[in-house]
């Protein structure tokens, strides 16, 4: 989801059931306090998996972050002639786990899982929000709530 997307859907729904993470509370959105913000986001996270950046993207900036962190590292391969492909090429070139679906990322992080029609979870060490995102994913959905 894109920042821009999710201000809007948190700001609109004003759940309580959705987190907001901030350097800069009540702030106005500055490109330079992306890496801050994302600094934290890849501490609560348990992996990074980057899709799609150029080698000089702000997605290297939260992978660095990332790794000096201690968290799994993951990418996506793309078109080697692609400016776009071309930070997921670098970090599988400099040891990010390759990724070309779902089912590898739950194994990297030990998901058990049965099969996509069963979507019958059991995931050891995770929470029910946690679990409710794996089935989501399993699922092919593109929203979580």
Not at 31 to 46: E, W
Not at 59 to 87: D, H, K, L
Not at 127 to 137: C, L, Q
Request: a negative charge; one cysteine or more; aromatic letters at 10%.
């Amino acid at each position: 989801m894109f920042y821009e997307e999710y201000m809007s859907f948190i700001q609109k729904e004003k759940c309580e059931t959705h987190y907001s993470a901030s350097s800069f509370p009540g702030f106005p959105v500055y490109k330079s306090n992306f890496p801050a913000r994302n600094r934290i986001i890849s501490g609560l996270s348990k992996g990074i998996l980057v899709v799609e950046a150029t080698e000089n993207s702000g997605a290297m900036i939260t992978v660095n972050t990332a790794i000096n962190q201690g968290r799994t590292v993951m990418a996506v391969p793309g078109n080697i002639n692609s400016e776009n492909s071309a930070g997921c090429n670098l970090l599988i070139r400099d040891g990010a786990i390759l990724i070309t679906s779902y089912g590898e990322i739950l194994d990297e992080f030990n998901i058990r899982y049965k099969d996509n029609s069963d979507f019958d979870v059991w995931i050891k060490g995770l929470s029910g929000s946690e679990a409710d995102v794996v089935k989501a994913i399993i699922k092919g959905n593109n929203t979580y709530r």
